[in-house]
């Protein structure tokens, strides 16, 4: 247990490129196929990992809601990770994964915590569309040359927001976020993975009244640029003409947030493209690390207001730096 709580404080400190640290633990037994599998969350949103403590039940809890935990004077909500799986610990609920997540920390209750990997993000691929459920964003290959060990990243924002829907004060819906200006015949790009992730940003931006096209990770968000970039140099036009701003995710199979943000401002053909990172990875470090790469705002998921004011804070320095 300590030697994996040393390896967390070390490697959040770490940035590597298009890599990412994937923490894999265990939920008990899966009904279907009667074994074990293992599931992976990024170590970014790890804040601490202890063992199951006295848990307080809390009347009229919701479903996979366990009760509260007082650590160190927080009182955190606990949920119960493997019912939300579906799957039945062999040994009980051993462990609390405290977690970050944009601007909540909670505890999830697992059996077992197995391993810390480092991987590529190539060798995290997309699990929509291939019959996962919407808790499960993505499959990890731990082995680059043995497809034979999967792990299955779980989508904390849907589980999230499945065990503890936001109130309407805190999902924003009891009021319009600011409308954002943008060149006329531009649009947002965006990615993230999360599919209830994309949902959100979509509507907040169409409350904006911003033109977009989604994509659903780094990779995809590239090639689209590419392809923009190359048509508008076909017809006699820039990239500036059909993009207004790059809007990403850090965490994303092929190509992460980072390494998208990263190639952009070193491309001469987007090096003034502003990039707004939108993500529910919240620290000091990973804010050192956005600034690193070049990004031109940061704001964390998901409040409308504070993401128009990101977007729009972003355009207007590009246009000055632009002017002088």
Not at 201 to 218: A, D, H, R, T, W
Request: negative net charge; charged residues 20%; aromatic residues 4%.
């Amino acid at each position: 247990m300590q030697t994996i709580q040393q390896e967390i404080d070390e490697r959040t400190n770490l940035t590597s490129s298009n890599k990412l640290e994937l923490l894999l633990f265990r939920l008990g037994e899966d009904p279907g196929l009667g074994h074990s599998e293992l599931f992976g969350i990024n170590v970014f949103k790890i804040r601490e990992i202890i063992p199951m403590p006295a848990i307080t039940a809390v009347a009229g809890s919701p479903q996979y809601m366990m009760g509260m935990v007082d650590l160190r004077g927080q009182i955190l909500p606990v949920i119960d990770l493997p019912g939300v799986a579906g799957c039945t610990p062999k040994t009980g609920l051993n462990i609390l994964l405290i977690t970050e997540y944009a601007r909540s920390t909670q505890a999830f209750a697992v059996e077992s915590v197995e391993d810390i990997v480092r991987l590529d993000w190539r060798q995290v691929l997309s699990a929509e569309g291939k019959g996962a459920s919407g808790m499960v964003t993505s499959i990890a290959r731990l082995d680059a040359d043995n497809n034979d060990r999967l792990a299955q990243v779980l989508d904390v924002e849907t589980i999230l927001r499945q065990v503890m829907p936001p109130t309407e004060e805190e999902s924003g819906s009891d009021g319009m976020p600011p409308h954002v200006e943008i060149k006329p015949g531009t649009i947002i790009l965006a990615a993230d993975d999360s599919l209830i992730a994309r949902t959100m940003i979509e509507q907040g931006l169409e409350s904006m009244g911003l033109p977009f096209l989604m994509c659903k990770n780094g990779k995809d968000a590239w090639d689209q640029l590419q392809a923009i970039a190359a048509k508008s140099e076909q017809e006699g036009q820039t990239v500036y003409d059909r993009v207004a701003l790059v809007l990403t995710d850090l965490e994303m199979p092929e190509m992460d947030g980072f390494t998208l943000t990263r190639n952009i401002k070193q491309d001469a053909r987007f090096g003034n493209l502003p990039v707004v990172i939108h993500s529910s990875l919240t620290g000091s470090t990973n804010e050192a690390h956005v600034r690193k790469v070049g990004a031109d705002a940061y704001v964390a998921k998901f409040a409308a207001e504070e993401l128009a004011n990101a977007l729009r804070s972003a355009l207007q320095s590009v246009a000055q730096a632009a002017v002088h």
